[in-house]
Each structure stands twice: as structure tokens, then as C-alpha cells.
């Protein structure tokens, strides 16, 4: 167990719609990253989270959009959800000073199914 | 595009033996490197990281690194029917800000009892 908590752990959802993830890091932690992992592929990085504000970004388009909170947790939102959503939503917390970030310990993921 | 590339599997090996996992990336750069287990229908399980040239045991576990050749490789000793289950490479991005990892696909390795 990391103590790395994610909500919720499935979730269905219908082209078009809006969905909000959640996430909770280690204690001791102050940095959030997401990635999303389609069925078969490793982890693709959506972005990160360092004292609440972004601190890099991969491939993924404005719909996808975060936050962090004073408690070091944080939010992924997907707005317009499209087929291709479906994947499983990996958040990873770890420590970070001045930008380099220590190892990344990841939480049970949740399951994002979109009709 | 920087890339991390492992060798496809799956990997079968009989209890006992020894696994070898392989993974080469593109990013000279780089400065870190991770191996995490992840068993069907779970997340990501950290095994070991290793920075350095050369190798780094825990366990039943070593890793290697060879940053010249810009190879990384898992080495399982004595593999357990509980060792089955995907391994995933990952390594940092080079820069400033080494906060991304960029993961390989993953290789199934399956111990058969």
C-alpha cells in the first residue's frame, strides 16, 4: 500500500459528458502527476501538480484539465468525454524540491468506461 | 518523440529461474530510472529505481544500467509463480525539470510452476 487514495474506482459515463477524478497523496508528499493508461500500453503523463499550480504537461488536449488543493490533493477533470477516454486514470504522488521530482508511488487507479 | 522500448513478450519462465527483463530508451539525457510490477487489473507497483552506471541489487532483484548503450534491464533470481504479471520501464525526462516519466509498453512475464 503506497497511501495513495483515488475515487472513484469505476465509473461509466456517455460520450459527450463531463467526469471529475479525485485523488489524495502519501502523506509527506507534495506533488501530484496523472496519466492515463489505455488497455495493453504503459502510463501516458497528462500533466502534474506542484504547489498547486502546473508544472508540465504531455500530449493531451485543454479539455483535460486539473487542480491541486493546500492538502496536496487534487482533481483531474475530462471535459466532452469521447470513446477514446476509456482507459484506467493512474494518479502518482512524490516529493518534489526546486522542480525535480523524487520517486512517483502510485495510487489504485480508476476505471473510466465511456459509452 | 522520446521513447522507451521493451521487449514485446510475454516472457515464460519455469519457478526457479532466472527472468530477464530488457528496455532501451531515447532520450540521452535521461537521469532516472524505474522498474514498476503491475499484475492484471492493478496499478503500478514500484520494484526498484537506479540512477547510477552499473548495477543495484535488492533482493531478488537487480537492476542494471548502461547509459552509454542507453539500456536498462530487471533481472529476477529464483522467479515465483507470484513474480507473474506485467513489467513496466520508465524512465525521466533529461532537462531541467525531470518531473515526466515516459513508460515502455510493458513485458508480460509469466512463471510456470
Known amino acids: 500500500e503506497t497511501g495513495v487514495t483515488q475515487s472513484p474506482t469505476h465509473l461509466i459515463k456517455t460520450r459527450g459528458q463531463q467526469v471529475t477524478l479525485r485523488c489524495s497523496s502519501q502523506s509527506g508528499h507534495n506533488t501530484v502527476s496523472w496519466y492515463q493508461q489505455a488497455l495493453g500500453q504503459g502510463p501516458q503523463f497528462i500533466f502534474q501538480y506542484y504547489r498547486e499550480e502546473e508544472n508540465g504537461r504531455g500530449n493531451f488536449p485543454p479539455r483535460f484539465s486539473g487542480l491541486q488543493f493546500p492538502n496536496y490533493s487534487s482533481e483531474l477533470n475530462v471535459n466532452a468525454l469521447e470513446l477514446d477516454d476509456s482507459a484506467l486514470y493512474l494518479c502518482?504522488?512524490?516529493?518534489?524540491?526546486?522542480?525535480?521530482?523524487?520517486?512517483?508511488?502510485f495510487g489504485p487507479g480508476t476505471r473510466l468506461t465511456v459509452l | 518523440q522520446k521513447e522507451v522500448e521493451q521487449n514485446s513478450g510475454p516472457l515464460s519462465v519455469p519457478e526457479g529461474a532466472i527472468a530477464s527483463l530488457n528496455c532501451t530508451y531515447s532520450?540521452?539525457?535521461?537521469?532516472?530510472f524505474f522498474w514498476y510490477r503491475q499484475y492484471s487489473g492493478k496499478s503500478p507497483e514500484l520494484i526498484m529505481f537506479?540512477?547510477?552506471?552499473g548495477d543495484k541489487e535488492d533482493g531478488r532483484f537487480t537492476a542494471q544500467l548502461n547509459k552509454a548503450s542507453q539500456y536498462v534491464s530487471l533481472l529476477i533470481r529464483d522467479s515465483q509463480p507470484s513474480d507473474s504479471a506485467t513489467y513496466l520501464c520508465a524512465v525521466t525526462d533529461s532537462g531541467g525539470s525531470n518531473y515526466k516519466l515516459t513508460f515502455g509498453k510493458g513485458t508480460l512475464l509469466t512463471v510456470n510452476p
Open positions: 537506479i540512477y547510477s552506471n
Open positions: 532520450d540521452r539525457g535521461s537521469q532516472s
Open positions: 502518482a504522488s512524490s516529493w518534489a524540491s526546486g522542480g525535480a521530482t523524487d520517486t512517483q508511488y
